[in-house]
């Protein structure tokens, strides 16, 4: 209720400049509660008649709607900000939006707040004319767009105030891409264009391949969630940057869901060892169907032609943030340790100790040579546990479950730490380059909420921290 008297006082006012921000919509007193399938089909006849109206017109794409809060909204009207819509409720919200996504309108105002609809394809909304035009702009004067919020939050930093960002959604929103579009426009309007600005737009590609994966819902699931801190001097240029993440899915390396795959740099590491002879020879590298942790996905031939070019963009990336050849090698020597680790299958002794097969000790003399490590130590490691019991330490044999349980678990460290150590070289590159800052920009991008058929402890988290933020 004071949601909407408070907008009613706006209107009133004719405010040129918004300043309220609704964050939760509320039926009309009195009206009976909608249940989803009864907004989804009574939205879709709205938008059906509103296509009809004189109001509607369905736009080309790349056509920004300017703003007018002096024109009173209707949700047929497809109002660019739901703040003007005279009657806020649920099904309204729906009808806005879908009217919207109808004219290629994918951007839409809730006071300070953006709402933004995936649309599953490339519009040209993001060229250098539409950054021109979102430059130095006021939020309120323009039509809706992530730049907008982009351009809000850079000028508050100038105004030496910290800003934050916060990107959430389902899995398959648009996070990812909504976070790539913020800092392309922080970096094309920081009034530089230094090599920084270069490393820092280059380690989203890092990080999205070792962090990424293809799920049901989204080809390009974030599975950790990030915060990114871009630092601004007093000359309104980046000077240095810092990301934290957190909460990555470890347990996505072994097992995957039914149609999902394992991380992208898997995936694009085999399809280039598989078109560089080179290359696999040195990594020891196979195709994606040798290996158990791949085995789970179907490749297409277009799909590995893909892979293979992506990857190239992950080197060129690895190389602009100063990771030589010696180290390079060395992180993809690590991920053919981690498929090859997943192909040691075991052979069970009475069921309580484990050996190993001639398969398997192939598979081990490979890990030892990519990791430069000894084979008896990793062989110990595989079959054996060490207990401490009143101060005297004990050897216990695995069984065959608990063997591959602690393979599995062990590759997953592998990756983990691995991933941690690209976060911790990325933010050695990128911090305190240019001058002294005096203001922030933080971008948290969360991976998104879902509700799968099996979920897991890491699902719980990713979930509960969704819908406390």
């Known amino acids: 209720v004071r949601c909407r008297e408070k907008i009613k006082n706006f209107r009133t006012r004719k405010m040129e400049r918004r300043t309220l921000g609704v964050r939760q919509a509320v039926n009309p007193p009195g009206s009976p509660l909608l249940s989803q ?5 009574r939205s879709k006849q709205t938008a059906v008649e509103a296509a009809r109206s004189p109001h509607h017109s369905r736009k080309t794409p790349g056509t920004l709607t300017p703003l007018d ?3 009173s909204w209707s949700a047929e009207d497809g109002a660019p900000d739901l ?3 005279q009657d806020i409720t649920l099904e309204g919200i729906a009808t806005n939006l ?3 996504f109808l004219r290629n309108e994918i951007y839409t105002f809730c006071g300070t707040l953006l709402l933004a609809a995936n649309p599953y394809k490339q519009l040209p909304i993001y060229q250098p004319s539409d950054i021109a035009r979102y430059r130095d702009a006021r939020l309120g004067t323009v039509a809706p767009h992530v730049f907008a919020v982009a351009e809000e939050a850079l000028a508050g930093a100038r105004r030496l105030k910290n800003q934050s960002v916060l990107i959430s959604g389902e899995s398959g929103a648009g996070k990812t891409e909504s976070m790539k579009h913020l800092l392309h426009y922080l970096t094309a309007v920081s009034n530089s264009a230094g090599w920084l600005e270069q490393q820092v737009l280059e380690a989203n590609t890092i990080l999205e391949a070792f962090g990424n994966a293809r799920t049901i819902a989204n080809n390009n699931s974030s599975r950790f969630g990030k915060y990114m801190e871009v630092e601004l001097s007093v000359q309104g240029h980046i000077c240095s940057a810092s990301i934290e993440n957190w909460l990555l899915e470890h347990g996505r390396v072994s097992h995957q869901a039914a149609e999902e795959r394992n991380y992208h740099i898997f995936y694009q590491f085999v399809a280039h060892c598989g078109r560089h002879a080179k290359a696999k020879s040195r990594f020891l590298a196979e195709n994606s169907k040798f290996y158990r942790y791949l085995s789970n996905a179907t490749i297409s031939t277009s799909a590995a032609t893909e892979d293979a070019v992506r990857f190239d963009a992950v080197r060129c990336a690895m190389t602009v943030l100063d990771m030589d050849g010696t180290m390079q090698d060395a992180v993809f020597s ?8 997943g192909n040691i299958q075991f052979c069970d002794v009475d069921g309580e100790a484990v050996t190993f097969s001639s398969a398997d000790i192939a598979c081990v003399n490979k890990i030892c040579d990519l990791l430069k490590i000894r084979a008896e130590d990793l062989i110990r490691s595989l079959q054996l546990r060490t207990i401490s019991v009143r101060g005297q330490l004990s050897d216990i044999p695995f069984k065959l479950a608990e063997a591959q349980t602690n393979r599995d678990t ?4 592998i990756y983990s730490r691995l991933f941690q150590s690209l976060v911790d070289h990325i933010n050695s590159k990128v911090a305190f380059q240019n001058g002294n800052a005096v203001s922030s920009i933080g971008i948290l991008d969360m991976f998104g909420f879902e509700n799968l058929e099996s979920n897991g402890f890491e699902q719980f988290c990713i979930n509960y921290a969704n819908e406390k933020l």
């Open 37 to 41: 399938e009864a907004v989804k089909q």
């Open 410 to 413: 062990s590759a997953e460290e």
């Open 69 to 71: 809060p002096l024109r």
């Open 83 to 85: 703040t003007l819509v």
């Open 334 to 341: 690590v991920l053919s340790a981690v498929l090859l680790l």
């Open 98 to 100: 879908e009217v919207r």
